[in-house]
C-alpha cells in the first residue's frame, strides 16, 4: 500500500508540475471541456437507462434488461476503437521500473481501466439502472446492484483483455495477415445478404425470424442476458434461477480475468513484442545494398523518410485495424439498415462516401497532428543533425499522410460499391476536390502543432497513439470549419442551380491551399528549429 501511495504522489506532482506551463493548462482546459462532454453523455444516457430499466421493472418485464445490457456492452468495447483521438489510457509501461509487487502492478492497470472515457460513461449508464431499477422495485436494489457491479467489471477487464491480446497477435506479422483474411471474408459474407434474401423471398424472412428467435433464446447465455436472468430470478423469486445466472456471470468475469492476468504477467516479467527474430550470427555472404524507392521523382530526401514512414506505418497493426474503422462501420450500418426500417445511409445512400471520406480524414489526427510522434527514443534528433532540410521531412511525412487517407478512401468507395451502390461520378469528383481543399490547410495546422504540442506515441499499442487533447479540439474546429464551408459552397450551388461549379471553386480553393501550404513550409522549418530542444526533450524521454 506505501508504494501506490507513493506512486500515486508521484503522479500528483507530475500533474502539479504539467499546469506550471502554457501549454500544460491548455491540455488541462482541454481535458476539462472533453470531460464536460462526456459528463453530459453519461449523465443523459444514465436518466435514460433509468428510466427505461424503471419501464420494464415495473412492468414485470425484467428479463427485458438485457436490450438494455447489450447496447453497454457493445459501446463499452467498440467506443475506444471508434473515437481513438479522445479515448488514451496512461502509458504503464513506466511502473515496471518501480520495485512494485505482481498484484500492486495488476491493480493499477485495472484502475487505469476504470479511467477510460468508455469506462466512465458505461458506468454511469449502470449506476442509472440500478436506480431505475431500484426505484420500481426496492426490494430488487441491493442485489441488482451487485450483479450490474459484476457485470461492469466484466465490461472494464473484457476491454483490457481485447486489446491487449490483440495488440500481441498484430505485432505478428502472420497473425496479422490471419486477421486481415479474416476481415475481408466476413466483409465479402455481408454483401450475400441481400441477394439471397431476394432470391428465396418469403422462406429466406421465416429463416430470419426462426434465428433471430434462437438467438433471442440463447442470448440469456451471455453476459447481459444472464445478468438480466439474475435480476429477473429475484423478481419471481427463482432463487435457483438466478443464483445459476449470476454464477454464469461471475464464470465469464473469472475466464477474463485469467486471460488478462497471463498477458499482464508475461509484461510484468519483461515480455518485449516485436516482429524482428533474435540475434543471428552475422553471415559471410555480404547482401547487395537495396535501393531505396522512388517517389514521383521527388528528390532523395524526400523519398527516404517517404519510406521509412511507410514501413513504419505498415509495421504498426493497431494503426492499420484503426484505419479499418471506416468500413467497419459502413458495413455496421448497412446490417442496420436491412429490413422495413432502413437507415439513413440506406435512404441516403449517395452521402455514404463523402461522410466515410469525412470520417476517414478524422482518423488521420493522430498522424498529421503529432507528425513526429512516432520518431521517439531519439528519433527526431537524427533530422537535426541529418544534412538535409527538415521542409523536405515535413513534405515526406505529409506525402504519406497523404498516401494514408488516399488508399483508405478507396477502400471506403468500393465497401460503399459493394454495400450500397457505387457512388455517383459527381460525388465522387465534388469528394475529390474537397479532400484537395482540406488536405492542405489542415497539415499546416498539423505541422505547427506537431511542433508546439509534440507528444511520444506507441504505434504498437491501441491506447498511446493519441495526439495531445488541446490538439485534437483543434483539429476538429479546424475541420468542421473547412466542412461547413465546403458544404456551403455546394448547397449554394446547388441552390442556383449549377452543380458543378461547386466542383471548380473547390478547385481554385485548393489552389489557393497548396500554394499557401508551399509559402508557409519556409516558417514552419524554422519554428521547427527554433523548438528543437522541445522536441528532442519531449519525444525522447523514457
Known sequence: MDRLSALAAMRWQMFRHSIETVRGRLELLSRILVGLLFTLLAVGGAIGYGAAAWYFVSRGHTQYLAFLLWPILLFWQIFPIMASAFSESPDSSYLLRFPLSYQSYFLVRIFYGLLDPASFVGGFWLIGMTLGVGVAAPVLLPGAAVVLFVFGMFNVLFTQMIFIWVEKWLVQRRTREIIGVLFFLLFMSIQFIGPLANHYGHGARIAVAQIATRLSTSQQFFPPGASANAIAGMQSLEWHSSLASFLLLSGYAAIVFWLLSIRFRAQYRG??????GGHEKSKTTKQAPRAGWSVLGAPGPIAATFEKEIRYLARSGPLLFSLAVP?????????????????????SPSLVFPIGAAYALLLLTNLSYNTFGGDTGGGVQFFFAAPVRLRDVLIAKNLAHTFVFAVDVLVIWLGVWLLYQRPVIYVTLLTLAAALFVLPVDFVAGNVFSIYS??????????????????????????????????????????YGNPWLAGLILLLLAGCAFAGYAALLGRTEKLALERREVLIAELGRK
Open 271 to 276: 515480455e518485449n513484442l516485436s516482429e524482428t
Open 454 to 495: 509534440p507528444k511520444k506515441a506507441n504505434p504498437g499499442k491501441f491506447r498511446q497513439q493519441r495526439a495531445a487533447q488541446v490538439t485534437v479540439l483543434a483539429s476538429f474546429a479546424l475541420r468542421a470549419l473547412l466542412l461547413g464551408l465546403v458544404a456551403l459552397v455546394v448547397w449554394l450551388c446547388r441552390e
Open 327 to 347: 468500413l467497419i462501420m459502413l458495413v455496421f450500418f448497412r446490417v442496420q439498415g436491412t429490413g422495413n426500417h432502413a437507415g439513413f445511409f440506406a435512404r
